[in-house]
C-alpha cells in the first residue's frame, strides 16, 4: 500500500513539475512583411533590435519541415521557384553525398564563428541532404556575408531580421511551416476573386487595401513599419483579407480559401508548439508573415493554454 501510495505521489508530482515548466514556457510571434520597397528597406532595423533585445533560445521560421513529405510533394512543382529548386536539389544529393551523422552533429554545435570554410561548406551540404530548408539558407547566408550578416539591406525578413538574429545569438532556426493544402487555397483564392467581381466583394476588399496602405505610409517613413504591422489592429485586418473575412457574400471559393487558411494556420501552431513543449525551452520567437499572426494566436491559446503567447508589440 505504500509503495502504491508513494508512486502517485511521484507521479503528480511530476505532472505538477512539468505544468509548472510548461507555464513559464513562452512564445513571441513577430509579423514580418516578407520583402519591403526599397523605399522602406531598414523597416527590419527596429526589429532585429527588439528581438535581440528579447534575447530568444529557440527562433522558428516559415519554412517546411523537413519531414513535411506532403508539403514537399506538393512543393517541388507547386508555387514557389525557390522551393523547386531547393527540393530538386535535396533530391540530387541524396544520391551522391556521403552524409556522415556524427562529424554533422560536430559541426552543427560550434558556435559560427569558429566554422571554417570547408565546414560551412559540408554543414550547407548537410541540411541540404537532410532537407531542411531554414538552416540551408542560414548557412548559405552566412557563407556569403559572414558572421555579421549582409551590410546592406536585402529588403527581406532573412536576410535583415532572421538570419542576423541567428548569427549573433548563435542559434540554428526551426522550421515550421506546412504547405499540404496551399495549392487548394490558392483554387480557393482564384474562386473567390471571380465570384467578388460580381457581389461587391472585390470593391469591399480594395477599400480596405487601400486605407491600410494609407494608414501604413507615417509609420513606414519613421521606420516603424514593423511596429505599425505588428499592431493588433492590423493583424486583423491582415488576417481578415488573407482568410476571406471582408467579403459581402460567403460563395463557394471564399469559403474553401478559409478553410485551408485556417487549417493551415493550425497546423503551423502545432508544428510550433509541439517542438517548443519538445524542447523546454523558456523564450522563443516566431517569424512569421503577419497575415498569419492572429490565426497561429488563437490555435496556440486554444489548444496549448499552457503555453503564454504574446504578441511583438505586446510584449
Excluded at 70 to 88: D, P, T
Excluded at 145 to 170: C, F, M, Q, V
Aim: net charge positive.
Amino acid at each position: 500500500m505504500k509503495t502504491k501510495i508513494t508512486l502517485l505521489f511521484i507521479l503528480l508530482a511530476s505532472n505538477f513539475v512539468t505544468s509548472a515548466q510548461n507555464q513559464n514556457q513562452e512564445i513571441i510571434i513577430v509579423g514580418t512583411m516578407h520583402t519591403v520597397p526599397k523605399i522602406v528597406k531598414k523597416s527590419y532595423k527596429p526589429m532585429l533590435r527588439f528581438a535581440k533585445k528579447y534575447n530568444p533560445e529557440a527562433i522558428y521560421v516559415e519554412s517546411p519541415m523537413a519531414n513535411d513529405n506532403e508539403s514537399w510533394e506538393y512543393l517541388k512543382k507547386g508555387w514557389s521557384k525557390g522551393y523547386q529548386k531547393f527540393y530538386a536539389k535535396s533530391d540530387s544529393i541524396k544520391k551522391v553525398f556521403n552524409f556522415n551523422k556524427a562529424y554533422f552533429n560536430v559541426l552543427a554545435h560550434k558556435k559560427y564563428v569558429e566554422l571554417s570554410s570547408i565546414e560551412t561548406d559540408y554543414l550547407i551540404k548537410s541540411y541540404l541532404y537532410l532537407r531542411d530548408n531554414g538552416n540551408h539558407e542560414l548557412l548559405t547566408y552566412l557563407k556569403k556575408y559572414g558572421i555579421h550578416g549582409a551590410k546592406k539591406p536585402t529588403r527581406h525578413e532573412d536576410g535583415d531580421l532572421t538570419y542576423k538574429l541567428a548569427l549573433s545569438k548563435n542559434l540554428k532556426v526551426n522550421n515550421m511551416d506546412d504547405q499540404q493544402t496551399n495549392k487548394e487555397y490558392h483554387i480557393g483564392w482564384n474562386k473567390c476573386v471571380k465570384e467578388g467581381s460580381k457581389n461587391g466583394s472585390n470593391l469591399a476588399g480594395s477599400k480596405i487595401n487601400k486605407k491600410q496602405y494609407n494608414a501604413a505610409k507615417i509609420p513606414a517613413i519613421f521606420r516603424k513599419l514593423g511596429k505599425h504591422t505588428n499592431t493588433r489592429k492590423s493583424l486583423n485586418i491582415l488576417y481578415k483579407m488573407s482568410s476571406f473575412n471582408y467579403v459581402t457574400e460567403d460563395t463557394e471559393g471564399c469559403l474553401e480559401g478559409r478553410k485551408y487558411w485556417n487549417e493551415r494556420n493550425m497546423r503551423m501552431a502545432k508544428n510550433i508548439a509541439t517542438q517548443v513543449l519538445a524542447s523546454g525551452k523558456t523564450k522563443n520567437i516566431v517569424m512569421v508573415g503577419a497575415s498569419h499572426v492572429i490565426g497561429i494566436e488563437k490555435e496556440l491559446k486554444k489548444n496549448y493554454p499552457n503555453l503564454k503567447v504574446i504578441l511583438m508589440n505586446e510584449y
